[in-house]
């Protein structure tokens, strides 16, 4: 299992990864909504703002110390408004994780919000290389590094003994 500082360095190297894909991004290409998912590469770092406000906030009950953002409104963020939301995340977690009581409770959230993140920085990353076919993240995002994090984080996760009920769709219907 993952310790912590190796969670929260996992954490942050996704949302690095995402910094850099909005690096010299300009306007247009970071409102493009991709056609083949239909969300532009500012909604979608917008939905990871805010799902991180939304782990600490509703799941953790803790100040995340950072305003909240819609998905919806990301598109009409920058990228600079976009890379400061991501920066202030960056210093609340290790805070947590140093005074949060329940350890067991704040990792597994890390872990869940670094798959989460994991998987919304692939869709970023394949819109920017679809965008730019010359686009390269730094040496430690080549492809296969990302390898080695699946299984400790998930272990992470499946370490918390939860149960959750499979969606059906039922509670849709009522």
């Not at 406000?53 to 976009?82: C, I, T, W």
Request: negative net charge.
């Amino acid at each position: 299992m993952m310790d912590d500082a190796q969670l929260l360095e996992l954490h942050r190297r996704c949302r690095q990864a995402i910094r850099f894909v909005l690096d010299g991004l300009d306007e247009s290409g970071l409102r493009e909504r991709d056609p083949a998912r239909g969300y532009s590469i500012a909604e979608e770092v917008g939905h990871l703002v805010a799902a991180e406000h939304y782990f600490l906030a509703d799941d953790l009950g803790v100040d995340p110390g950072f305003p909240h953002m819609d998905r919806y409104k990301g598109q009409n963020a920058s990228a600079a408004e976009l890379r400061e939301r991501l920066d202030l995340i960056e210093e609340r977690w290790p805070q947590l994780l140093s005074e949060h009581p329940d350890k067991r409770e704040l990792r597994y959230i890390i872990a869940r919000m670094s798959l989460h993140t994991l998987y919304h920085m692939a869709r970023v990353v394949d819109r920017r290389v679809r965008m730019e076919p010359d686009f390269k993240l730094p040496h430690w995002s080549k492809p296969g590094s990302w390898e080695y994090a699946i299984e400790p984080l998930l272990d992470s996760v499946e370490d918390k003994d939860v149960t959750q009920k499979p969606d059906t769709g039922e509670e849709k219907k009522k």
